[in-house]
């Protein structure tokens, strides 16, 4: 969620009355947290209470499993797409403008998903939804600092630090109690999308009576519309490939090849034409430095892993391990120990020396977490502390202190104008590489289970000694051959799927690990001239992704 409306210096515009959020009439301080706030968490929940019922919704559209992972890769590309397109265009039309026509957005969106009567115009409406959501997770932030007064502008990144790390740590156990308390065959994923209208309607309607409209600080300037449409395209040509990928056989499919071509040569056209616009939407130059381009990519390659590890473990236990989707989100709600008041601390860093340190740590928790989920005890001789809980304690707490520290991490050394632009970019990129995890990881995931599986066959070939004691049982049971034969084939299906998922933690500790040792090692950049002392070792205040 990065932070936008500031300099680095933080002074920041007032409201247009007389800078205190204290005015008349009496409360209306309350009730724009409550609006701009609910609306940016309402638009971040779109994550956590959503994929744990996206089984449900799947089945009830008529579409296999794993379809489920297209639902939000295409709503990841479009929030990116939202939340990298807001602040300039807010600049032209005015952020209060842009603001409710994203909330309206929003809001249709959400309707549609409530209503839709098939998977297409779902996916459809989720992508309007993303897209909306985007715009109003960063603006909802800078029209609400915009109310503060000096004095109170430090509590800024205590707010936003919570709001981040709500979707993750609650969203589960909302959208669990939901999909159950209302019937999982029933209304309950598309009562949650029609609470999520509701709510987005009701904010933007909120900001429109308590907020005065803002004259636009670059009115009439050209917007880069160009580079957004190549970026765009790019985007979601290759966000449709790797959904379709395990689905139409990666090497195997003449309509993947010809979307990763597309996405390619949008790409490329994308990064000549920013290099020689005169006001390009992304300052490619940025990636020039050691320090931005290894912040980025632990940002976006660490919150990939999260992503994906957290999303498929939510989704597995209920799948595999037959956990429902109230229990699983309560298995998901240790994360909030470890979180919060992390977040809570993270958000102050202020050194360059610190925000290395709490990153490589961060990252190591991270790797801690994945390799003790890797042992997971087929048995279950081991009680749910062991298995699930302590796991999620400690990843909760490298999510605390990861967030704030990478985004400042990446933004060492550069000018206060660069500073936005970068921020705006890991926002964007890593809200992306969300759309990545599960599909890229669940790739992962599938093939090992298909490995596994392929094992334990040659293992237990059809002279094996222990299928003719298999068979006696079976006789003396009255059960039938071919129904006995189904039964050992969903039993070894189910033992290759908890092999393959351990195989994938493992691989995610190695991933988590490699990322810290390159965190540790790179370069400090030099200080910007002309910058004072420590001025770009302050952090941006509130600056980090959901």
Not at 90 to 113: D, E, K, N, T
């Amino acid at each position: 969620m990065p932070f936008r409306g500031s300099h680095i210096d933080g002074r920041l515009p007032v409201s247009s009355a007389d800078g205190s959020p204290f005015g008349t009439p009496p409360g209306r301080f309350g009730r724009l947290h409550l609006v701009l706030v609910g609306a940016s968490l309402f638009s971040l929940l779109n994550t956590g209470a959503f994929t744990g019922i996206i089984p449900y919704c799947v089945a009830e559209l008529g579409q296999h499993q794993s379809h489920g992972a297209w639902m939000n890769g295409e709503f990841f590309a479009a929030q990116a797409l939202g939340m990298l397109l807001a602040n300039p265009l807010a600049q032209r039309i005015g952020a209060l403008r842009l603001f409710l026509w994203a909330g309206w957005a929003a809001a249709v969106g959400a309707f549609l998903c409530a209503g839709a009567p098939g998977f297409v115009v779902f996916l459809l409406a989720r992508i309007v939804l993303g897209a909306g959501g985007g715009v109003l997770i960063l603006l909802a932030q800078v029209l609400l600092l915009e109310e503060y007064r000096p004095s109170l502008r430090p509590l800024a990144p205590v707010l936003w630090a919570v709001v981040a790390i709500v979707p993750f740590v609650l969203g589960p156990l909302f959208g669990g109690w939901l999909e159950e308390g209302w019937g999982r065959e029933g209304v309950g994923w598309r009562l949650w999308f029609l609470l999520d209208g509701l709510v987005l309607l009701l904010c933007t309607l909120g900001a429109r009576k308590l907020l005065a409209p803002r004259p636009p600080d670059r009115l009439g300037s050209p917007f880069d519309w160009v580079g957004f449409g190549l970026l765009s395209m790019a985007l979601f040509a290759f966000q449709t490939a790797i959904d379709m990928g395990d689905d139409y056989d990666w090497y195997n499919s003449s309509l993947l090849d010809s979307l990763m071509g597309l996405a390619f040569l949008s790409l490329l056209g994308f990064l000549g034409w920013e290099l020689h616009v005169r006001k390009p939407l992304v300052r490619i130059t940025l990636f020039l430095r050691p320090a931005f381009v290894v912040g980025m990519i632990c940002l976006c390659g660490g919150f990939l892993l999260f992503y994906g590890l957290w999303s498929l473990l939510l989704v597995r236990l209920q799948s595999v391990w037959g956990y429902g989707p109230w229990l699983g989100g309560l298995v998901m709600l240790s994360l909030a120990v470890g979180a919060l008041p992390f977040s809570l601390l993270s958000a102050r860093v202020v050194a360059w020396s610190r925000n290395r340190l709490l990153l490589v740590g961060s990252l190591l928790l991270f790797a801690g977490f994945a390799l003790w989920t890797s042992y997971y005890d087929i048995q279950h001789k081991r009680n749910l502390w062991l298995e699930f809980v302590g796991p999620q304690l400690i990843e909760g707490i490298g999510l605390g202190i990861f967030l704030a520290p990478a985004t400042n991490f990446l933004c060492r050394g550069l000018s206060p104008k660069n500073q936005e632009m970068a921020i705006e970019l890991a926002g964007s990129f890593r809200v992306a590489a969300q759309g990545w995890a599960s599909l890229l990881l669940g790739t992962i995931l599938y093939r090992q289970a298909a490995f596994h599986k392929r094992r334990l066959v040659e293992w237990m070939p059809s002279s094996h000694p222990l299928l003719d004691e298999f068979l006696a049982r079976l006789r003396d049971q009255g059960i039938g051959w071919d129904l006995g034969l189904r039964l050992l084939d969903r039993e070894a299906l189910a033992h290759a799927q908890v092999l393959a998922f351990e195989d994938l933690f493992r691989v995610a500790a190695w991933g988590f690990f490699i990322l810290a040792v390159l965190a540790l090692v790179c370069p400090s950049p030099p200080s910007p001239k002309g910058a004072g002392l420590g001025q770009d070792e302050r952090p941006m205040d509130g600056r980090e992704g959901p």
